[in-house]
């Protein structure tokens, strides 16, 4: 190569890099920009909904549904939720996984971070940054063994960090598991239950048992973002047949060496991202190998079953989900699409209590 | 170096080259050609199983024995597996881990991939190729929660893989277990048991509780592998005395960066590999740290617990396996050498019940 | 370059290499001459400890006291215990980790590893090499689902490895976690309790219930390690508020890839290090997220809770541990500090029990 030719090079690159370095500045400063103040208004409701064939349940339910609103921010923005509690008792919201840097009084821990838990019929107002990208929830922290484990007192966020991974980039269907657990002989009973020695005997996804969940619908080629999120008191192991899950996020973070499991043990608290690439067409069960977490109190098949169905997938008659009312937005896929803000599925209302302020007023933590 | 001596090497290599495409091309043909066609005959039998002391067990067995027999096929392997139902109930097969690559009406899954159970006294073929390597089980799906977590309806399946990883080669000695618990209310009652609040109060390795069971004899230098596979409902806490165990398959596929424990957490259905160098020569315990699991209803030990003892180890007079009938293939060891096909191990055979179809005609899934 | 200069760099380099052969011939030697001998008294006695508020336990306590006494010692040591029983049980000392290499004899496993426990009234002596780094424990393996799951016979060891990982350098706080589980029902019962069938209702850390046991208390910048030790029959899944863990060790071994989560499963037996980077001033929650767990018989909260106190932290009046006593070892962060040897904390002493050899003198393994 001749001198020329090199100093042309040279040229040619310095003035690339001029540019790249002008335009990694001016998206560094978009950054900035996109940081946006988000404001939403919550409330807490008593309410019944309907979990399981034959099973209605008691709860204090976030904007009146169980889950919660879908909260979808990105990472840095500001979020301000103002909370109105409509039940006798008192609660809070802690953002769980968020780390609330420098900002500990907003993390909604009753005699830890706060005074007392949001009395009844009062409104608290959190202020929060999403430090923390990825997967994300919050729930109530007042008698959590209660409220969280079998009162449905939880909801999911998606936090899009600033720098999404190749692996998330590729995602072309987001879907959220909340799995929790029930006790079906205090369903009626605010302030009953959740003890270490009780036994939960209902399971769900989304606060719905088989069959009155969803099927996961997919097409052939989709990558399948699964945020599993583990609300409720008891742990699952969710086998995806014909499919491997590939552990990508664990608690909200990508791992450096995702590994992929066809059975996915999800514990409480934990918030964990599997991607499975839909390669292949037909109808799979999706469901908790605890077989006995796989029926509604004994029954099999029920409580933490779903099926991945594919797009042309023809139902016959035998199919136990022939001719299901489908709603596409079960797993949160369509309200993901939807860029931030707050979002309620009207699917996961409950049917309203009378609200009894009266009989419960005593103070609690 | 001279243009001559570089034409020379180029000369060289590019017949080098041309040799190895040929080999690669006539390996890959060969492999094509090692893709063997296999056909298995199964049966469900009602039987009745020795489990622990005391404790006699009702169970459905494939082809009469609990676990059920071994299938070892390689990658690629083309399966046909017919399967007649002697008991009373209805049941399926489901392959658990493989993929049913464009093959999902054969994934053993009733109501969603065939029609219903196979009917007592009938025969079903399942079709399917091993398209998935390393660790695989199969079980039945229909009432999965009883007729897996309790009656026994499981057995292994190891697909060779095409491309063994450089760990996978040091292995010496291939050993599976399988775990479940058992509840000792329901051991006589067909139907009955293995509901969310039901507790299981027998606890076994290949449907043995200890001392039903059988040392992991080794010598040293052995490079064993360990096949965990989660049968049943309840998690487990596998704790190897004197050896850590390094964790290299998830649910049959390598992890690229394989880690130590000395306590693997085995859950219902992970089938996830452990590589164990024996080089501590003696006599370890290796049980489960859940430690109610390692008694039989309470009383300790008993339940998932077995013993390494290395060749040439004495045994003393109070050692509690002294002098013990020992079976090589308990954990499938003997099995495995044997090449491919369908490995039955006598000593798992249950004793023939009478079948009682007439009671148990109506349908179910 | 010229000759000469070749003939110089290379007799500068053969110099450096001879150094560096003598240094390193030097630390193996120092490595050697630092294998410690060290001798133990320990013993085992019938105690009172106070583990939530309402329930004491009777419990075999080493040295009087659960946990038991920290061992800290430098790999390669040499261990000596003796181990007196002045209960009126069998008891021996497993030392759960350490490999025991050609030292099966010591393992501490009755009918297994030694004839029969310690009798009561006898003195036993265990010798060991510290052959595996890290965060190991010991506990009795008589009876393990009682005298481990609900009588407090366990204690931490430390291990220093010869080698530290980078990582650890970074620690400047080290925290033991001892997680267990209690059945009140069989609180004053030995030789009771503990079945697979026995639930229990109450749980802790390092054998206190919240708010009986103490803050992790921290400075802005300090590197906390958590040693968790599965000591119970319970899976806890630990979560902290406002920090991510590392998880970094497993069973004793570093990752060669570490993760972070901030909810990490601890099963019984496993001993998983986590390393935190305390970088957000303020009080975090730091509980059990199995929420049952996380009360005291179903009373929120209680239970394995611990709050993270950054040093500066102004306790406001409606603080629940406002005021509270502090034991900066409760989490044996002073005793790491002071070198090798065996560490007691006073503050883990019970009440001595009446010996009551008469009633209890049957054998037993």
Chains 1, 2, 3 share one sequence.
Not at 10 to 28: E, R, V
Not at 59 to 77: E, S
Not at 130 to 138: E, N
């Amino acid at each position: 190569m001749r001198r020329n030719d090199v100093e042309e090079i040279n040229s040619i690159l310095n003035k690339w890099f001029f540019i790249c370095a002008l335009l990694m500045g001016l998206s560094l400063l978009l950054g900035q920009a996109y940081a946006a103040e988000r404001e939403f208004n919550m409330t807490i409701d008593e309410v019944k909904i309907k979990v399981a064939p034959g099973l209605d349940y008691n709860v204090f339910a976030f904007n009146g549904t169980v889950p919660g609103p879908l909260i979808h921010v990105k990472q840095g923005d500001e979020v301000t939720v103002h909370v109105t509690n409509n039940t006798s008792l008192a609660h809070t919201i802690h953002w769980h996984g968020l780390y609330q840097t420098d900002n500990w009084q907003n993390d909604g821990v009753p005699g830890i971070t706060q005074a007392e838990g949001i009395p009844a019929g009062d409104t608290y107002t959190y202020h929060w940054i999403a430090d923390k990208p990825g997967t994300m929830w919050y729930h109530c922290h007042v008698n959590a063994n209660e409220h969280v484990g079998i009162r449905g007192m939880w909801g999911p966020i998606v936090v899009d960090p600033k720098k999404p991974t190749p692996l998330e980039k590729k995602v072309t269907k987001d879907v959220i598991m909340m799995m929790s657990s029930w006790e079906s002989k205090y369903a009626g009973k605010f302030g009953k239950g959740a003890g270490p020695t009780d036994l939960p005997d209902f399971f769900s996804i989304n606060a719905k048992s088989f069959p009155m969940d969803q099927p996961l619908r997919v097409k052939k080629g989709d990558v399948v973002r699964v945020r599993f999120i583990g609300a409720g008191n008891s742990l699952h192991a969710m086998h995806s047949h014909g499919h491997d899950m590939v552990v990508a996020f664990r608690d909200g973070l990508p791992l450096s060496e995702p590994y992929s499991v066809d059975t996915q043990l999800i514990y409480p608290g934990s918030h964990n991202d599997v991607i499975m690439y839909m390669n292949n067409s037909g109808r799979f069960i999706f469901h908790d190998h605890i077989d006995t977490q796989s029926t509604n109190n004994g029954k099999f098949p029920g409580g933490a079953v779903t099926i991945i169905e594919y797009a042309g997938n023809a139902h016959e008659d035998w199919y136990v989900w022939k001719g299901k009312d489908y709603d596409p937005d079960f797993f949160y896929s369509e309200s993901l699409k939807k860029g931030y803000g707050m979002f309620i599925n009207p699917r996961f209302a409950g049917e309203p209590l009378q609200q009894r302020r009266k009989h419960r007023s005593k103070k609690q933590r």
